[in-house]
């Protein structure tokens, strides 16, 4: 079950071999194939997304994209000066996937990386108690076939 994720991982490293050996570093050329999701991590301890009630990113499997999150302080930060975290986990067993585990530092963050290759439900958890509200930090994450 694992298998998806895993190809992923290889040819993430495969392209950046090829794209160190060229010389160019990897941000610049992972990102014009790249889809930019914009999230906003805020400081009431919710993601959000412009234009959607109830967030939720949908992605194709393996697809590459860029997450663009700009986080917000809510009341708590961990030591290192994280103030909410990005997780993903499947829904069905909250299994964590693999590379998908961010801490997020005021400001704008942006994390290119491919979608899980198993289509299906998953879920997006903050890893910072960020607020007495932060259980409620979540949200969905959908990979279409
Ligand atoms: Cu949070």
Known sequence: M???TEAAIRLGLVA????????????QTAQPQARVIEILADHDSRYKIQSQKQPTITVRAGEQITLRITAKKAKNRNRDGSIHGFALLRAKDR?????????????IQEFTLAAPGEP?????V???ICSEDHEGMSMRLVVLP
């Open 120 to 124: 299906g439900e998953y879920i997006v």
């Open 16 to 27: 950046a071999m090829t794209t160190a050996s060229c010389g160019y570093g990897w941000a």
């Open 95 to 107: 299994q964590p996937v693999p590379e998908w585990d961010f801490l997020l530092k005021p400001g």
């Open 126 to 128: 903050c890893t910072v």
């Open 2 to 4: 694992l298998r998806g």
